[in-house]
């Protein structure tokens, strides 16, 4: 079976410019969590989804970001406009237990200039 | 409040030597103990988990861990380094039922390897 899809695999873009972030969970998983991994600040929970309907966004930075899921195989984090201290790896994940037991996706490298 | 520490930011081994990745966590209920690894590049990928039962918990690629209650500890462990081990490690806790229903990590350990 697939692991957790992530496209693209790396992102460079312009301060200004909208970015889309995919995510393709695991079949049957029911639960899609999205990351941001820095230096600074490790491994933070943006956002989680259960069965396609947010749960918790407390962790989205600021109205920025906006994260929807519309089916159950598909999940997009857009960033607009974006900004150089967005520049991070984004990491998406799926689980069918809840928030244990995550498989993580091999994540998107964004670059804003 | 709930929180994962795993002290030591980077660690140096030989290959072949033995391997303690140390964890404590602080948490109001009986948390699910989990640890990830994180080569260069990657996501992350589970290597173990901890629900009940015996606490000595074996995983992929030669890892176990040990959950030791009274100490809040989950150290990860490997008898015997190969240089692919060379990557970071985070340790995270869970919720075991209700409450709290994020998973929280730890800053991670880096764990570099000498031929």
């Keep these: 079976d697939a692991g957790v899809i992530q496209s693209p695999r ?14 393709k969970p695991i079949s049957g998983h029911d639960y899609l969590f999205w990351y941001r991994q820095t230096m600074m600040r490790g491994l933070e929970l943006l956002i989680y989804f259960n069965n396609n309907v947010p749960i918790d966004d407390s962790g989205m930075p600021e109205d920025r970001f906006s994260a929807k899921m519309p089916n159950a195989s598909f999940s997009t984090l857009k960033i607009q406009p974006s900004e150089p201290r967005d520049s991070a790896v984004y990491f998406c994940a799926s689980s069918y237990t809840g928030p244990n037991e995550q498989y993580f996706g091999p994540g998107t490298r964004l670059t804003v200039t | 409040a709930q929180s994962v520490t795993q002290p030591d930011i980077h660690i140096t081994v030989s290959e072949g030597a033995s391997l303690e990745l140390r964890c404590n966590y602080s948490y109001g209920a009986t948390p699910y ?16 988990k901890y629900f009940s039962g015996d606490t000595l918990v074996q995983g992929i690629k030669g890892f176990e861990a040990e959950f030791k209650r009274s100490q809040s500890s989950f150290n990860l462990r490997k008898p015997s380094v190969h240089w692919s081990d060379a990557a970071e490690y985070f340790c995270a806790v869970g919720p075991a039922s209700g409450g709290y229903n994020k998973l929280i990590f730890g800053a991670g350990t880096r764990l570099a390897v000498h031929p």
């Design chain 1, 10 to 23: 790396h992102e460079v873009t312009e301060m200004g410019q909208e970015v889309t972030l995919r995510c």
């Design chain 2, 33 to 48: 103990l989990f640890w990830y690894v994180q080569s260069p590049g990657q996501g992350l990928q589970l290597l173990l």
